[in-house]
């Protein structure tokens, strides 16, 4: 299983979003830092769930780290926009 679908799984079990982006933004950062040539190091993820609603964004930020748990050893960067 790719990076991209191991996100998307992780994510959709953890908080059964009504919403849910998953971007490859790896060839937008070749050759920089972190790039390491796999083109699944750069990461964009946009998701909108009700589990979210009483939580700080520093919370939610938490939250989906930890439901993506090894995968953000695996790859170098992820931005993330969770409402």
């Known amino acids: ?3 991209e679908a191991e996100i998307r799984a992780r994510l959709e079990a953890a908080f059964a979003p009504e919403r849910l982006v998953v ?5 937008r950062h070749a050759g920089h830092a972190g790039d390491d040539g ?8 946009e998701i909108e ?3 979210f609603k009483d939580m700080g964004r520093v ?3 938490r939250a989906v780290h930890g439901a993506l ?3 953000m050893d695996r790859i ?3 931005a993330l926009d969770v409402r």
Not at 23 to 27: E, F, I, K, L, V
Not at 38 to 45: K, Y
């Open 49 to 51: 769930a009700a589990a």
């Open 59 to 61: 919370q939610r930020h």
């Open 69 to 71: 748990g090894d995968v």
């Open 1 to 3: 299983m790719g990076i």
């Open 23 to 27: 971007r490859n933004d790896s060839a």
């Open 38 to 45: 796999s083109g699944e190091s750069h990461w964009h993820v």
């Open 76 to 78: 170098h960067a992820l």
